[in-house]
């Protein structure tokens, strides 16, 4: 390759990968795609830096993925001793007049079920047209970003009849005791009352769960049994194990018991996640303080992540490292939102507002103010905050909250505003 060739090249990666990031909205609703397997043959890195981002993303979880470096005689080559996968993807650069002939080899040895995707390096109808006539699945031409490829596959094997999944939002505290399913249990009840739509609350913090007493409940079982009888698990089941909270709002109760040790393999929490996302029209994920595989699933799956944090030091050190974190998991996502709680603790030295959030390099969705009075009468009557009293800025500031993770309200640009103020101007849709 020469060095003209090569800055072609590697400036077509670049902008391919800026495309990706402008465009992730595109795939923002898609759903997660099934087990299957695909194997990609790449004949250049910009194609391979495309699959890499594409085998990175959440929806690709349950995807083997393998990435090749070569042409489609490399394909036909490696499957004639093989078995082929669920989805070939080749890269080609042969000409239209000779591409049929380049497939004859790799289509002796294809299994009838495999479906193929090209991606070539002209734009000819007439060619789109033959290889469609002829079982190909898709042509694609280049150059091709993640989000094309990403919808490409989902075009292939989502059904597109399939009811569209409920949206996830996950809750998770930087750091013990900043309030975080506080604000979780009121967003998710705010959801429920303000679009008049079906919630789900889980509480996933099976020791310590306190959404039983913040809606004064006691239910005789709740989440442990979904997690510990996966193989009982459907619609039946879940609908036994929910708790009313009020007219749209359904609570899956955490024991709140030590009798025994809540230990969980990675994906203990995937098939309830995925049952609630098929008959819930959103999910509210009470996340516990805590970092295993499990956690980590649970955050990287959501559709949106909040994170909460008090303004001192540790909070500060664990947002960043959280918000670090979520970055790789989620590489084609938004980034999480950020609510500062309890600010304004009177005679606890803290960082300001404003440094807090230039070291994280992030705008906060609401700024919380310290308020122990209102607080605390909802916590200990089994009320929310705006059931106490629905004039409270702070039940304003969490109305917009729940606006914003359901995505009828975006953030604009920051302005400055008094405690309890949203200091990103949020509005609805």
Avoid at 124 to 152: C, F, K, Q
Avoid at 198 to 224: H, K, M
Avoid at 358 to 374: G, N, R, T, W, Y
Wanted: charged share 25%; proline share 7%; aromatic share 6%.
């Amino acid at each position: 390759m020469s060095t003209i060739d090569y800055k072609i090249e590697t400036e077509a990666g670049e902008a391919e990968i800026a495309a990706d990031q402008v465009r992730a909205g595109d795939i923002e609703h898609l759903r997660p795609l099934p087990r299957i397997s695909v194997h990609a043959f790449c004949e250049t890195p910009a194609l391979q830096k495309v699959m890499e981002r594409c085998g990175q993303d959440r929806r690709m979880s349950k995807v083997t993925l393998r990435i090749n470096s070569g042409s489609i005689a490399a394909a036909a080559n490696m499957f004639s001793t093989m078995a082929t996968p669920n989805l070939i993807i080749l890269e080609t650069s042969t000409e239209p007049r000779h591409l049929m002939a380049e497939l004859a080899p790799l289509a002796a040895v294809c299994d009838a079920s495999t479906k193929v995707v090209i991606i070539g390096r002209y734009n000819d109808i007439s060619l789109y047209r033959e290889l469609i006539r002829n079982g190909i699945s898709e042509y694609m031409v280049a150059p091709v970003a993640m989000p094309d490829v990403l919808g490409t596959i989902a075009g292939i094997f989502v059904d597109p009849e399939a009811e569209p999944l409920g949206r996830t939002v996950a809750f998770i505290g930087a750091k013990g005791g900043v309030g975080s399913s506080t604000l979780a249990h009121n967003c998710a009840w705010g959801i429920s009352n303000l679009f008049s739509t079906e919630v789900v609350l889980a509480d996933l913090d099976l020791p310590y769960g306190t959404a039983n007493i913040n809606f004064d409940q006691d239910p005789p079982s709740g989440i442990a049994e979904a997690v510990f009888a996966p193989e009982r698990l459907d619609e039946v089941f879940l609908d036994r194990l929910l708790t009313k909270c009020s007219e749209r709002l359904s609570l899956l109760a955490a024991p709140s018991m030590l009798d025994r040790a809540y230990d969980f393999e990675p994906a203990a929490f995937q098939p309830l996640t995925e049952l609630l996302q098929r008959n819930a029209p959103v999910s509210v994920l009470d996340v516990p303080h805590q970092w295993s595989e499990w956690t980590r699933n649970v955050l990287a799956e959501a559709d949106e992540v909040v994170v909460t944090a008090v303004p001192d030091l540790a909070n500060l050190r664990n947002a960043k490292n959280l918000f670090d974190c979520l970055k790789k998991l989620r590489p084609n996502d938004k980034m999480p939102h950020l609510v500062l709680n309890q600010v304004g603790m009177p005679k606890r030295p803290e960082i300001t507002p404003g440094d807090f959030c230039d070291s994280l390099e992030i705008e906060p969705v609401a700024i919380i103010p310290f308020d122990a009075v209102l607080f605390g009468n909802a916590a200990n009557s089994g009320r929310m905050i705006a059931e106490i009293d629905k004039k409270a800025p702070v039940a304003e500031t969490l109305s917009q909250l729940a606006h914003l993770v359901t995505g009828r309200a975006e953030v604009k640009k920051a302005r400055k505003g008094g405690l309890g103020k949203m200091l990103g101007l949020l509005g609805r849709k």
